[in-house]
């Protein structure tokens, strides 16, 4: 079915693009005001070691964030694809609406929220995998309902490439596909699924994507151990708690337009046939609560069900009350955003952004248990302390007399530890960790008789060494709490050899 949009509901065009490059500018101008975070330096390192897949993510972001890294603009530059993205999303929800029939008024709307939502602003903040999840997912929603409403089956072939190319990215599409595709089966839009062009996307869609299942299917789907292994790292929510965070973190004035987007396929008919979408988002949210999923997982739903609330209420807009009304949650929007923002984007000095929590109150919701006792964010926290982290390892290392060195080789705890090391040490050997890809890289071609160990505890290594000797220690004011207070101690003769303890310190988390 085709839904036809007048010449007076068609803004400009250059609009929605202006829209997109004023929030992508926005983002790039706080893009290198930190340092890197804890995953891309791990990404970076895995990039280096290029393959088509890592225990837990598809090869797409590790090869970006390498490739980046080259061109030596630091932070900023492993940013300004997250950015873009972040723009790109704006634009692509202001162009959906009017794809629905949306004037004006629904493309701001829809354009606005995209913007303003706190998930959705924090969640490009780095180069990461859920980066452009919302944009993603944006898209294929799109792409699907041009194919429903045009008779488009080049959007279904495009459908196609964007899904492989995201599963490359990140293995979290399956669960939108799996939404959707249950949509599609329990409603009229089912005659997509007998569209040739559909399954020619589908075809194209696995080509891309086969390479890194493949890989996983070598290694023996280490993915899904980490998966299952999260439910235990991450921090339990009850439903209630969780509802509340949502409203919370995709900014309360915008409420409205996300539950007037699960509603209103089903309450008018004019937006009848994108009842596929709904229920492929209630789909995927229950596989995100039923998996104790942390909240940013939902948020790539968020836009689509933006686009559809604010197509729906826009043409109710019309006597002066409401328009005022309208005005005044627009205002009250970019009031939470801004009071927001510093929590989401790294705007402020680590010192003020600490004063600003206490002040506010305004802390995320704890995702993982380990998270307690940090003094920021744990956004801004793990983009701070990795070369205080460096220089401690760097200054035992120098203690070590030179030909004990050559013997000795240098164990952490986490990957973050490890890309660290790996890409602020001077002079050490190769990082070594049971944590995720670095388990599966091994000793890296090291035959060490000693340890330098980074860990929680001195009497925990003391077993298995000759000797232990207290190098250091790790701190710095900013970092994961966690991170600081850990002995870096020399175990010397470790017996028996790292090598055969290997296999126990494997750790998929």
Same mark, same amino acid.
């Given at each position: 079915?085709?839904?036809?949009?007048?010449?007076?509901?068609?803004?400009?065009?250059?609009? =929605?693009?202006?829209?997109?490059?004023?929030?992508?500018?926005?983002?790039?101008?706080?893009?290198?005001?930190?340092?890197?975070? #804890?995953?891309?330096?791990?990404?970076?390192?895995?990039?280096?070691? &290029?393959?088509?897949?890592?225990?837990?993510?598809?090869?797409?972001?590790?090869?970006?964030?390498?490739?980046?890294?080259?061109?030596?603009?630091? =932070?900023?530059?492993?940013?300004?694809?997250?950015? @873009? *993205?972040? %723009? /790109?999303?704006?634009?692509?929800?202001?162009?959906?609406?009017?794809?629905?029939?949306?004037?004006?008024?629904?493309?701001?709307?829809?354009?606005?929220?995209? /913007?303003?939502?706190?998930? +959705?602003?924090?969640?490009?903040?780095?180069?990461?995998?859920?980066?452009? !999840?919302?944009?993603?997912?944006?898209?294929?929603?799109? +792409?699907?309902?041009?194919?429903?409403?045009?008779?488009?089956?080049?959007?279904?072939?495009?459908?196609?490439?964007?899904?492989?190319?995201?599963? !490359?990215?990140?293995?979290?599409?399956?669960?939108?596909?799996?939404?959707?595709?249950?949509?599609?089966?329990?409603?009229?839009?089912?005659?997509?699924?007998?569209?040739?062009?559909?399954?020619?996307?589908?075809?194209?869609?696995?080509?891309?994507?086969?390479?890194?299942?493949?890989?996983?299917? =070598?290694?023996?789907?280490?993915?899904?151990?980490?998966?299952?292994? *999260?439910?235990?790292?991450?921090?339990?929510?009850?439903?209630?708690?969780? @509802?509340?965070?949502?409203?919370?973190?995709?900014?309360?004035?915008? *409420? &409205?337009?996300?539950?007037?987007?699960?509603?209103?396929?089903?309450?008018?008919?004019?937006?009848?046939?994108?009842?596929?979408?709904?229920?492929?988002?209630?789909?995927?949210?229950?596989?995100? #609560?039923?998996?104790?999923?942390?909240?940013?997982?939902? /948020?790539? +739903?968020?836009?689509?069900?933006?686009?559809?609330?604010?197509? =729906?209420?826009?043409?109710?807009?019309?006597?002066?009350?409401?328009?005022?009304?309208?005005?005044?949650?627009?205002?009250?929007?970019?009031?939470? /955003?801004?009071?927001?923002?510093?929590?989401?984007?790294?705007?402020?000095? &680590?010192?003020?952004?600490? #004063?600003?929590?206490?002040?506010?109150?305004?802390?995320?919701?704890?995702?993982?248990?380990?998270?307690?006792?940090?003094?920021?964010?744990?956004?801004?926290?793990?983009?701070?302390?990795?070369?205080?982290?460096?220089?401690?390892?760097?200054?035992?290392?120098?203690?070590?007399?030179?030909?004990?060195?050559?013997?000795?080789?240098?164990?952490?705890?986490?990957?973050?530890?490890?890309?660290?090391?790996?890409?602020?040490?001077?002079?050490?050997?190769? *990082?070594?960790?049971?944590?995720?890809?670095?388990?599966?890289?091994?000793?890296?071609?090291?035959?060490?008789?000693?340890?330098?160990?980074?860990?929680?505890?001195?009497?925990?290594?003391?077993?298995?060494?000759?000797?232990?000797?207290?190098?250091?220690?790790?701190?710095?004011?900013?970092?994961?709490?966690?991170?600081? %207070?850990?002995?870096?101690?020399?175990?010397?003769?470790?017996?028996?050899?790292?090598?055969?303890?290997?296999?126990?310190?494997?750790?998929?988390?």
């Amino acid at each position: 079915m085709t839904v036809p949009v007048s010449g007076a509901k068609c803004p400009d065009q250059r609009l =929605a693009l202006v829209a997109g490059l004023a929030v992508a500018a926005f983002h790039l101008l706080f893009a290198g005001r930190y340092d890197l975070f #804890r995953d891309e330096l791990y990404f970076i390192v895995c990039g280096q070691h &290029p393959a088509f897949g890592y225990v837990d993510q598809p090869p797409g972001v590790p090869l970006l964030a390498a490739g980046l890294f080259k061109l030596g603009w630091g =932070a900023f530059g492993l940013r300004v694809p997250t950015a @873009l *993205a972040g %723009g /790109a999303l704006v634009w692509l929800a202001m162009r959906f609406a009017r794809l629905l029939g949306g004037g004006r008024l629904a493309q701001a709307m829809a354009g606005l929220a995209c /913007a303003l939502a706190p998930m +959705l602003m924090g969640i490009v903040a780095t180069l990461n995998t859920s980066a452009f !999840e919302p944009l993603a997912w944006t898209a294929l929603a799109h +792409l699907l309902v041009k194919a429903g409403r045009e008779g488009d089956d080049r959007a279904l072939l495009g459908a196609g490439l964007l899904v492989g190319l995201t599963l !490359e990215i990140k293995y979290a599409m399956l669960f939108w596909m799996v939404g959707l595709t249950a949509g599609l089966l329990v409603t009229p839009g089912r005659v997509l699924l007998r569209r040739p062009a559909l399954w020619g996307g589908v075809a194209i869609a696995a080509i891309i994507a086969v390479p890194s299942f493949l890989w996983q299917y =070598a290694h023996g789907f280490p993915f899904l151990e980490l998966a299952a292994a *999260a439910k235990g790292k991450n921090a339990a929510v009850d439903a209630m708690p969780f @509802l509340v965070n949502q409203v919370l973190v995709m900014n309360p004035a915008f *409420a &409205p337009l996300w539950m007037a987007g699960l509603a209103a396929p089903f309450l008018a008919r004019r937006l009848a046939d994108l009842r596929f979408l709904v229920i492929g988002a209630v789909v995927v949210i229950v596989i995100v #609560r039923l998996g104790h999923g942390k909240d940013y997982y939902l /948020a790539p +739903l968020y836009p689509t069900l933006f686009v559809i609330g604010a197509t =729906a209420l826009a043409p109710w807009v019309k006597s002066m009350p409401v328009k005022v009304g309208v005005a005044a949650i627009a205002v009250a929007a970019v009031i939470v /955003a801004a009071l927001a923002a510093p929590v989401a984007l790294p705007i402020l000095s &680590p010192a003020a952004l600490e #004063r600003y929590v206490l002040a506010t109150g305004l802390a995320p919701q704890q995702q993982e248990r380990s998270f307690a006792g940090t003094a920021l964010p744990q956004s801004m926290a793990d983009q701070l302390g990795w070369r205080d982290f460096a220089r401690q390892v760097d200054a035992a290392w120098a203690r070590i007399p030179a030909p004990e060195r050559a013997v000795t080789a240098i164990k952490v705890d986490n990957y973050g530890e490890a890309a660290a090391l790996d890409l602020y040490g001077q002079g050490l050997p190769p *990082a070594l960790s049971g944590h995720n890809q670095y388990y599966l890289w091994g000793l890296r071609g090291q035959h060490p008789i000693h340890v330098l160990s980074v860990q929680d505890h001195l009497a925990t290594m003391q077993p298995y060494c000759r000797k232990v000797t207290l190098l250091g220690q790790t701190w710095s004011r900013y970092a994961m709490a966690y991170e600081n %207070g850990k002995v870096i101690a020399l175990c010397e003769n470790v017996k028996p050899s790292l090598t055969e303890m290997w296999p126990d310190l494997k750790n998929f988390s």
